[in-house]
């Protein structure tokens, strides 16, 4: 993250003792607690020591195409687009905001070039680990690799849902996406939801129009 685009570096976590950081860790923590309610103090250290608070502004580049992905991100606050391209156009692959992990699955999980763009599209704060760093973790602390497993099966299980939502017309996927990510109405620009959806600005115009008209839309399930 030495880049200038990559983020700006707010503080390492070996000397983080503000209250501010110190609440971005306990957001974290909570959140694995749910998939391992109990684990040592020596791990939750280790994963302190190697964390960095990284600090995102407002269509700053978390990862390019052609780069290699790293780094995990935590987000704390903000919101990341992540992109594609499909027949020479820039399309918007998913959103990622507050408690999501943020990587480029496949460029991340297997230290290769990335297909994909993750930009941020608020100001964004994320504590962030490196790949090495974590592969480190997994190998002293084994009862980290329950967490690193029951977070890549929920993840596994939000993307298999969201992959059945090709059935769905995109009217329907429209209110879909806000019914089960509701954390994310009203942040989306209309040319990165348009464009999710595989749709034009002014079908999407007509969507939101239909909804201001009847609220109370039928929504798949």
Same mark, same amino acid.
């Given at each position: 993250m030495k880049r200038k685009h990559h983020g700006t570096k707010v503080l390492h976590m070996v000397n983080a003792t503000?209250?501010?950081?110190?609440h971005y860790f306990e957001i974290m923590f909570k959140d694995l607690k749910v998939h391992l309610p109990f684990f040592s103090d020596a791990l939750k250290n280790a994963i302190i020591d190697s964390c960095e608070v990284c600090s995102f502004k407002r269509n700053a580049i978390l990862l390019d195409y052609g780069e290699t992905c790293r780094y995990c991100y935590f987000c704390i606050k903000g919101l990341v687009t *992540?992109? $594609?391209i +499909?027949? *020479? %156009?820039e399309k918007a692959k998913w959103f990622f905001a507050e408690h999501d992990m943020i990587i480029s699955v496949k460029s991340f999980f297997n230290q290769v070039v990335s297909l994909d763009k993750l930009v941020a599209k608020e100001p964004t704060i994320c504590l962030a680990i490196s790949w090495e +760093?974590?592969?480190?973790? $997994? %190998?002293?602390y084994p009862e980290f690799n329950k967490i690193g497993r029951k977070l890549t099966e929920h993840y596994y299980e939000l993307a298999e849902e969201r992959a059945m939502w090709i059935n769905y017309t995109a009217e329907e996927r429209y209110h879909l996406l806000f019914k089960e990510y509701p954390k994310l109405e009203n942040r989306i620009t209309d040319t990165d939801l348009a464009s999710y959806l595989g749709i034009s600005r002014q079908y999407l115009s007509a969507i939101k129009k239909r909804c201001i008209r009847s609220p109370r839309q039928r929504i798949p399930g």
């Open positions: 503000s209250p501010e950081v110190q *992540g992109r $594609y +499909k027949d *020479g %156009a +760093k974590l592969e480190n973790i $997994y %190998a002293e």
